[in-house]
Structures are given as structure tokens and as C-alpha cells.
């Protein structure tokens, strides 16, 4: 399930076998029928609202490492927060290697309640009609386990680290709870008592449903660098299917695009931006659109490849294929810092991109960098087009690599060729990807 390579396993699970009928072609892309949340299901009264774990009040005794086997421990934000497996490895809190990279850039931090996230978003692995198989803080999320760790003892690591911490930047994942609003108040202010916000500084990845603009505001009074709005889905359908009615889930296109617009106005330009998950029914056309409408407001894009996550509303159905995952990941590169504009751009009758607004010699400079292919999100500080978070292997097994947590070699590079379908057109050779990591 994770990409961490613990002594004891090396698990690398491929994406579920896509939901088509026998003997069918394999598509080259994922389209709107197909891609059907199955109905969540109501959990017992008894497993509802970490009920369980309440019951049990077992005392949490400093790091938590998901396990099924024992008594989850009653953890809460602020004292308590989650953090990614490679964040963990990274601080050092856990054993373990990253295939092919030394360390995540970005501490993620992932507050937790023993009642969990209120929502029901269809992707995700942290959703509410999980409570019956899974209490919270032992959830998998974007394909990895998420240990539970003092907030106090995380800071203290990085501060004592002080201008050598591996870290680039640190992230507040809010999720959707009562508490959530004030709570990543409460970390963020715990953080920045220690960490010199210039030495890492903080991004905010929001839970629009429960703010209102002077929650905005008081995040960046207080330090925050950055604002994200998880959109995920590209298009409002699309959001209500997964993220809203469709899956008895509280959110709406709208609020989000509220705070969006807050984010704007309080962060400024490239201070804000909005993740949107690539191969959930949308077109192609649909999601490049949304990026240059984001860019247009000033703000970026970030990027995920969608994986039926195990346990998930939508784990039954098939992972983006890569030459789709491959074409808007260069788009979108091409629109974000290439200077290229979305009506540039050639698609077909299916919304699939067709032609990328560049002449070929420019292009194959582009696939050449490789930075196109690699994880996007906030910067760190190597490049404002090199993320600090790079999410290894949230959004693929390392076996057939979606984002590249690093730079992409020659050999990654000619997979990424063959994905694209685009043969280089130019004789000369080109030096190596630069790897900034
Ligand atoms: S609000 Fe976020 S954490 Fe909660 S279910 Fe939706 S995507 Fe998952």
C-alpha cells in the first residue's frame, strides 16, 4: 500500500484492474459514464461519530503508527496531528526509505479527531462512510498511512534543526470538522512561536465548507505564505457527483469558489491556488480550461493523477490512464509557466488535447526538462516550478510513476515519450535533466 520501504515489506500495489467489460480496448482515457461512485453506506449508530474510540479512551502514548490490530488512541487536534509516511521518515520519527528519493520537502500536517472528517468525498480515503471498517487516524489517504504524532514533538524537531531542516516548506491540512477552522489557528500559531515562517515557510490547504473570509485573513496575519482550495473535481458536475450531494457530502462549487476568491484578494498574486485531481470523468479540455482560468486569476494549479484509493467510493474503477495523466500534466505546465494560453491549444471531439499551442522544437525542450512530470504544488526552494511538496508515490505505485517525486532520468524521460505518443523532432543532442533535488 505505501511507498515507504520498511525492512520487513516492500509493498507496491498496482491500481485495481479498470471496471471493463471483457475483451475491451483499453481506453485512453477515463469518461463521465464510466466513472460512477458507488453509494456510500450509512455506518452503524455505534461506529458513527469515532464513537468506538471515544468508548475506549485509550491514552495516546507519544507517535501513533496506523495498525489495525490494536485500540486507536483518542487523539486530537492541536496536541495531536497526522502526517504523511514519507513526512514521518523525513523528521524521523519512523524507519524507512523512499524509492528513488532521499526525503519528502514538505511536512504536511493533517489534523485528526477521533470523530474524523465530516465529508464523504468519493475519492478519498479519509471519508466519513469509512467509520464502520476504519476509525480515523488508522485511514489510508492518498495511498499511504498517515502516523499520529504530538504536535509539540514535531515542532521541536524542526526547530532545534533550525536552517538545516530538510524541510521547504510545512502544510495544514484542514479537514471538514467543527474544530478544524480554529484548530489550524492553534497549529499554526504553535509553529510559527518556534519556526521562523522565512526558514519554512507555511501553506494553508483549506476546508472551504466551514470559512468565511476572516478566517482567511487571520491565517495570513498569522503567517500563512500560502492558500490552497482543495477543488479536486474540474467542473461543477463533476464536484457534486463526487464531492457534494452525490455522495451525501457537504460541499459546494460555490463555497469553495468563495474562498478561492477570498484567497485572492487577502494572499495576492501566486499566493494561492487550487488542487485538481485529472481523470474523474472531466474532459481534458475541462481541466486545462480551469487551469488557465486560475491562472488568469492569478494564481496556480496543482495537480494529482486520480487512484482508486482502497476503501474509497471510487476503488473500483480505473486509474487515469498515463497518456491522458501525461497530456494535461504538460498543458497545464505549458499554461502555468510557459506562457502558452488554454485557446492555444488543439483538442479533439472528446475534449483530448491535440495539439499544444508550441511549435515542435519548443515542446520537446519542455518534455526534455522533465520539471512537466514532476509533482506540482507549492514551491520550495530550488524553483517557483519545483514543488516543495512532492507527495511521493500519492498518486501511483512507484512502478508506474503518475507525478515524479524527482527529477525524471533519461530513461523516465522516454517513458514519459512513449505515454505522450510524441516522438522528439529535433537531431541534436540534449544534456540531462538538471536534478535539483
Ligand atoms: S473534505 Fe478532504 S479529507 Fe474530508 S473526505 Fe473530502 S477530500 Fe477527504
Redesign the pocket.
Known amino acids: 500500500m505505501s511507498c515507504y520501504r520498511p525492512e520487513t515489506a516492500v509493498a507496491d500495489a498496482p491500481a485495481p484492474a479498470a471496471a471493463l467489460p471483457a475483451g475491451a480496448k483499453p481506453l485512453d482515457h477515463n469518461p463521465w459514464d464510466l466513472m460512477q461512485p458507488r453509494a456510500p453506506a450509512r455506518p452503524p449508530k455505534e461506529a458513527r461519530n469515532g464513537a468506538r474510540v471515544v468508548a475506549n479512551h485509550v491514552p495516546p502514548q507519544g507517535v501513533y503508527l496506523p495498525n489495525n490490530n490494536v485500540l486507536t488512541p483518542f487523539m486530537r487536534s492541536p496536541e495531536y496531528v497526522q502526517m504523511s509516511t514519507a513526512a514521518a521518515i523525513t523528521l524521523g520519527i519512523m524507519p524507512g526509505k523512499m524509492y528513488r528519493c532521499g526525503c519528502t520537502r514538505c511536512l504536511n500536517l493533517l489534523l485528526t479527531y477521533p470523530e474524523g472528517?465530516?465529508?464523504?468525498?468519493a475519492?478519498?480515503?479519509?471519508?466519513?462512510h469509512r467509520e464502520a471498517e476504519r476509525d480515523y487516524a488508522d485511514r489510508n489517504?492518498i495511498r499511504v498511512d498517515w502516523p499520529a504524532v504530538p504536535l509539540a514533538q514535531a515542532i521541536d524537531i524542526v526547530a532545534k534543526d533550525g536552517a538545516k531542516t530538510p524541510f521547504h516548506r510545512m502544510c495544514i491540512?484542514m479537514?471538514?470538522h467543527p474544530r478544524s477552522d480554529v484548530d489550524t489557528v492553534a497549529v499554526l500559531k504553535a509553529w510559527t512561536d518556534r519556526v521562523d515562517p522565512s526558514t519554512v515557510p507555511v501553506s494553508i490547504l483549506s476546508?472551504p465548507?466551514t470559512m468565511e473570509r476572516d478566517d482567511v485573513v487571520r491565517l495570513r496575519e498569522l503567517g500563512a505564505d500560502i492558500f490552497t482550495v482543495?477543488l479536486?473535481a474540474a467542473t461543477p458536475e463533476l464536484f457534486e457527483r463526487t464531492?457534494g450531494r452525490g455522495v451525501q457530502?457537504p460541499?459546494s462549487w460555490s463555497k469553495y469558489w468563495e474562498i478561492l476568491h477570498h484567497a485572492r484578494d487577502v494572499f495576492g498574486p501566486q499566493h494561492f491556488g487550487a488542487h485538481i485531481i485529472v481523470g474523474m470523468g472531466e474532459t481534458e479540455r475541462d481541466v486545462l480550461t480551469l487551469v488557465q482560468e486560475l491562472v488568469d486569476l492569478g494564481g496556480h494549479s496543482h495537480m494529482f493523477c486520480f487512484f482508486p484509493e482502497q476503501g474509497s467510493l471510487m476503488d473500483h474503477l480505473p486509474a487515469t490512464p498515463r497518456d491522458q495523466w501525461r497530456r494535461v500534466q504538460l498543458g497545464r505546465y505549458l499554461i502555468d509557466y510557459g506562457g502558452v494560453r488554454v485557446d492555444q491549444m488543439r483538442f479533439d471531439d472528446e475534449g483530448r488535447v491535440s495539439g499544444f499551442g508550441l511549435p515542435s522544437g519548443e515542446l520537446d525542450d519542455v518534455i526534455d526538462r522533465g520539471v512537466a512530470f514532476r509533482t506540482s504544488g507549492c514551491p520550495g526552494k530550488f524553483a517557483d516550478d519545483v514543488s516543495a511538496c512532492d507527495r511521493p508515490y500519492g498518486d501511483s505505485p512507484p512502478s508506474d510513476i503518475a507525478s515524479y517525486p524527482f527529477a525524471p532520468n533519461r530513461s523516465d524521460l522516454k517513458t514519459i515519450r512513449k505515454q505522450l505518443r510524441i516522438v522528439p523532432q529535433r537531431t541534436a543532442p540534449v544534456p540531462p535533466p538538471e536534478d535539483v533535488n
Open positions: 472528517c465530516r465529508a464523504n468525498c475519492y478519498c480515503g479519509l471519508a466519513r489517504f491540512s479537514i471538514t476546508n465548507t482543495a479536486d464531492r457530502s460541499h
